[in-house]
């Protein structure tokens, strides 16, 4: 299964942006690039995904490199309740769409 | 939010004990997915299905079985629970499966004892 490395932790101000990257060097062209956060005690919670071009909606912003090999996830103005673990996953089509998660990227967002 | 409910939640038993978590549903998806999640390893799939009475391995499948007798319902079976199954277990659903979003359960505490 192809492997995503992100930063362990991330700050941020409130109100800023943030861009969480995630690097995917081993990425197939079949892999779909997801990311979900986890707030403390909670499920996962979808965010966004794409394929190839960059995807926008409410929550968030998806960029992805024109090789695949990296993507970044923006969040526009940052609020306390984003803080928490993001995760940046790969699916492949052809496995069921199972989620590999990483150790993820822990956001923590000052007023 | 999609109507995914885990029972129960939560739960303590001793080694060597069966248990049986169930996963429900009310949003007709077809695809269902069973997680665990321990400190320092983020969530690690066990198993899931593609349909009724169709499932598959995960990453973490040993000790573990499923079953999935009709859509809404997807049971994860320890059928005789050890110390390294203590674990917060989700449940998640997708609509369309590979490629798109999943929605996930409120969890399920365990601790064997």
């Known amino acids: 299964d192809a492997k995503t490395t992100q930063p362990n932790s991330m700050e941020s101000n409130e109100e800023e942006p943030v861009h969480l990257p995630c690097n995917h060097s081993t990425i197939s062209g079949t892999d779909y690039i997801h990311w979900y956060r986890q707030l403390p005690s909670q499920g996962p919670e979808y965010v966004i995904h794409g394929l190839t071009s960059n995807v926008n909606n409410r929550m968030a912003s998806l960029a992805i490199a024109e090789d695949r090999k990296s993507s970044t996830l923006i969040l526009h103005r940052a609020t306390l309740r984003d803080a928490a673990v993001y995760y940046c996953i790969l699916s492949r089509y052809n496995q069921g769409g199972k989620l590999i998660f990483g150790q993820g990227t822990e956001l923590s967002v000052k007023p | 939010d999609a109507g995914i409910t885990q029972s129960p939640r939560h739960k303590v038993t001793e080694t060597g004990t069966p248990v049986t978590l169930r996963c429900h549903q009310t949003?007709?998806?077809?695809?269902m997915y069973w997680y665990r999640q321990d400190p320092g390893h983020g969530l690690r799939l066990i198993h899931y299905s593609y349909g009724v009475k169709d499932t598959d391995k995960g990453e973490v499948s040993d000790g573990y079985s499923v079953s999935r007798s009709k859509t809404e319902d997807f049971l994860l079976t320890l059928e005789s629970a050890t110390s390294s199954q203590t674990s917060v277990y989700f449940c998640a659903i997708s609509e369309r499966g590979p490629g798109n979003e999943q929605f996930f359960g409120p969890g399920t505490r365990l601790t064997v004892l």
């Open positions: 949003e007709n998806h077809r695809y």
